[in-house]
């Protein structure tokens, strides 16, 4: 069964970057699958953040949009979550998430990605401040 385990979060100021990666062992996926990062903020639901499907396709939530970017590594089984231009409503615990197989239509590769019952990380906590 694969495990996934985050690393980068971190505490900064607004306008601030960080990277996320989240690196799977166990069972390599293959495709079809879906990777991605949902977050949570204290008091919030669950949201989900960014996500990619092994055909290339990409989705982000709106508020992400030009500013986080999502990619992946298959030589290290690694993905990553970009984030440049930090806001303080960007702060809360981000979770790294894969799912094979991902088989979907008529809806993002982000939903797609909560739908198909996906491996979840542990976490890593993502502070802004202003």
């Known amino acids: 069964q694969a495990q996934l385990v985050e690393s980068g979060g971190g505490s900064v100021q607004t306008g601030g970057s960080l990277r996320l990666s989240c690196a799977v062992s166990?069972?390599?996926?293959?495709?079809?699958?879906?990777l991605g990062w949902f977050r949570q903020a204290p008091g919030k639901e669950r949201e989900g953040v960014a996500a990619?499907?092994?055909?290339?396709?990409?989705s982000y939530t709106d508020s992400v949009k030009g500013r986080f970017t999502i990619s992946q590594d298959n030589t290290k089984n690694t993905f990553y979550l970009q984030m440049n231009d930090l806001k303080p409503e960007d702060t809360a615990m981000y979770y790294c998430?894969?799912?094979?197989?991902?088989?979907?239509?008529?809806?993002?590769?982000?939903?797609?990605?909560?739908?198909?019952?996906?491996?979840w990380g542990q976490g890593t906590q993502v502070t802004v401040s202003s």
């Open positions: 998430a894969a799912a094979q197989p991902c088989v979907y239509r008529s809806m993002t590769t982000l939903q797609a990605l909560g739908a198909n019952r996906p491996h």
């Open positions: 166990g069972n390599p996926y293959s495709p079809p699958y879906c």
């Open positions: 990619l499907d092994s055909d290339g396709l990409i």
